[in-house]
């Protein structure tokens, strides 16, 4: 696995990905950052991460959390016309 240095590159699709809880509240249901908690794991390697969030909501949570991090870039496409909740 990647986090065992055998492989160089990883990929994963995380459902739930908890994107809207930003560690400090939750919000849309999402109590967990699953995709936070998996960045976190891999962040103690010298790695970067890609975090490619497609969804009707914007991934508000997730890119607070790692907005100061420099090996991690969030990318959110999302459909937005201000009525979606959590209206983020």
């Known amino acids: 696995t990647v986090l065992e240095?055998?492989?160089?590159n990883g990929f994963a699709l995380v459902?739930?990905?908890?994107?809207?809880c930003d560690g400090e509240k939750y919000s849309g249901y999402c109590y967990i950052n699953n995709t936070a908690v998996a960045i976190e794991?891999?962040?103690n390697q010298d790695t970067r991460v890609l975090v490619l969030d497609i969804d009707v909501h914007h991934g508000d949570g997730t890119q607070k959390l790692f907005y100061n991090e420099s090996t991690v870039?969030?990318?959110s496409f999302h459909q937005y016309d201000g009525h979606f909740?959590?209206?983020?």
Do not use: C, E
């Open 41 to 43: 794991k891999q962040l």
């Open 73 to 75: 870039l969030t990318v």
């Open 5 to 8: 240095n055998k492989y160089d």
């Open 15 to 20: 459902r739930p990905p908890g994107h809207h």
């Open 85 to 88: 909740f959590p209206s983020s």
